[in-house]
């Protein structure tokens, strides 16, 4: 099992989730470009991801990774996601294979197949009596050039996967929201993830054993259309929130 964690984007609101549920839990040493600007459990890397020596410096007797950093926004124009969540993802893979790391938990996203969202197919499948399902094993249909980015890092993680025996799950994260789900909106309720689960999944991420995968990182909401058959099979992920049940 990973002790000893690198954690990337350690500075933003999934490794404040992930920080907030699993910080005694594990060994963790934190990387982000932002300076920290409060105390952290662990030691904090000042680095940009796209700075190779730094990220195999940042590397060294780590078990495991899971990597955060990146442009979030959906609307990030190209040259941020290709220098950020493309070129960035490939350093941190290619690092980890030459340090020796056992596993990596990739921050994949919804927007890696925003496209299934068809006008067709919404807003009924956002709701709880639609049987509209994605199971992770659909192609990648990204909403945006941000999702393409995603898909590129879910496709480097395979390559590292195959060509290294690096065991890779790439994450598909929702929307994540602290205290309540989304308010007045019906797709960020049917994806959403708690801050509770989501340092469940990635807990989980860390100790299961798997080769490669794709799963989706939600609650367990009522109205979800991505499924999380796959975390809780392969993973052992039991989340405990529902968009439905919160008040
Ligand atoms: N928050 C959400 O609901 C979702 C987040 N994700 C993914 O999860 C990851 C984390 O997202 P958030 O925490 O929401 O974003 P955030 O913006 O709050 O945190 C990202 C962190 O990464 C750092 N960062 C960005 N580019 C970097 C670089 N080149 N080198 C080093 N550090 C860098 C930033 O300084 C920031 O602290 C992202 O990859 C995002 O695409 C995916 C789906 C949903
Ligand atoms: O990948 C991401 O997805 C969430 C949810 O998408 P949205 O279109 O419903 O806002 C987004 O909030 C987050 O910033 C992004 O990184």
Same mark, same amino acid.
């Given at each position: 099992?990973?002790?000893?964690?690198?954690?990337?984007?350690?500075?933003?609101?999934?490794?404040?989730?992930?920080?907030?549920?699993?910080?005694?839990? +594990?060994?963790?040493?934190?990387?982000?470009?932002?300076?920290?600007?409060?105390?952290?459990?662990?030691?904090? #890397?000042?680095?940009?991801?796209?700075?190779?020596? @730094?990220?195999?410096?940042?590397?060294?007797?780590?078990?495991?990774?899971?990597?955060?950093?990146?442009?979030?926004?959906?609307?990030?124009?190209?040259?941020?996601?290709?220098?950020?969540?493309?070129?960035?993802?490939?350093?941190?893979?290619?690092?980890? #294979?030459?340090?020796?790391?056992? %596993?990596?938990?990739?921050?994949?996203?919804?927007?890696?197949?925003?496209? +299934?969202?068809?006008?067709?197919?919404?807003?009924?499948?956002?709701?709880?009596?639609?049987?509209?399902?994605?199971?992770?094993?659909?192609?990648?249909?990204?909403?945006?050039?941000?999702?393409?980015? %995603?898909? @590129?890092?879910?496709?480097?993680?395979? +390559?590292?996967?195959?060509?290294?025996?690096?065991?890779? #799950?790439?994450?598909?994260?929702?929307?994540?929201?602290?205290?309540?789900?989304?308010?007045?909106?019906?797709?960020?309720?049917?994806?959403?993830?708690?801050?509770?689960?989501?340092?469940?999944?990635?807990?989980?991420?860390?100790?299961?054993?798997?080769?490669?995968?794709?799963?989706?990182?939600?609650?367990?909401?009522?109205? %979800?259309?991505?499924?999380?058959?796959?975390?809780?099979?392969?993973?052992?992920?039991?989340?405990?929130?529902?968009?439905?049940?919160?008040?």
């Amino acid at each position: 099992m990973a002790q000893s964690v690198l954690l990337t984007g350690a500075a933003g609101r999934v490794g404040d989730a992930i920080l907030g549920g699993l910080a005694d839990e +594990y060994e963790w040493r934190l990387l982000d470009r932002d300076p920290p600007t409060e105390d952290y459990p662990g030691e904090f #890397v000042v680095a940009d991801i796209t700075d190779d020596e @730094a990220v195999r410096e940042a590397m060294e007797g780590i078990d495991a990774v899971i990597h955060l950093a990146g442009d979030p926004r959906p609307d990030a124009p190209w040259d941020s996601v290709l220098t950020n969540n493309i070129d960035g993802t490939q350093t941190v893979f290619e690092a980890a #294979v030459d340090a020796g790391v056992e %596993k990596v938990a990739f921050a994949s996203s919804n927007h890696a197949v925003g496209h +299934y969202e068809t006008e067709e197919r919404t807003p009924e499948m956002y709701r709880a009596d639609d049987d509209y399902l994605l199971d992770g094993t659909e192609l990648p249909r990204p909403g945006n050039l941000y999702g393409v980015s %995603k898909a @590129a890092g879910e496709s480097l993680g395979r +390559y590292y996967h195959d060509e290294h025996d690096l065991s890779v #799950v790439c994450v598909r994260i929702g929307n994540l929201t602290e205290d309540h789900p989304p308010i007045d909106y019906e797709r960020g309720q049917a994806m959403w993830l708690s801050y509770r689960d989501c340092a469940r999944l990635f807990d989980r991420c860390l100790s299961a054993d798997y080769g490669y995968e794709i799963v989706y990182g939600i609650s367990d909401n009522d109205r %979800k259309y991505y499924s999380i058959d796959r975390a809780r099979a392969v993973l052992g992920y039991e989340p405990q929130d529902n968009s439905a049940r919160h008040d």
